[in-house]
């Protein structure tokens, strides 16, 4: 790992995703979304996507697009 590298690391569990960004393999901030309810394998990457882009737009001063994603088939129970 270079000196100046920033690792971001994901955990995901049924019910939240944390995202870890490391610098040198300390924690230098973490972002983490929780849920009531499990999350479906879409809607968890959708999350990690979402958080994806906060943590390098706000840490990296840096844009950011995201290509060649689509929610193809989208279901919501109530």
Do not use: H, P
């Not at 995901?12 to 393999?25: C, D, G, R, V």
């Amino acid at each position: 790992m270079r000196k100046d590298e920033i690792v971001i690391d994901v955990i995901t569990s049924q019910q939240s995703i944390a995202l870890n960004l490391l610098k040198e393999q300390k924690l230098i901030k973490q972002y983490v979304f929780k849920s009531k309810y499990n999350l479906s394998k879409i809607s968890n990457r959708l999350c990690i996507v979402a958080m994806l882009r906060w943590a390098i737009c706000e840490n990296l001063n840096a844009n950011f697009s995201i290509t060649n994603f689509s929610l193809m088939n989208a279901e919501v129970t109530y």
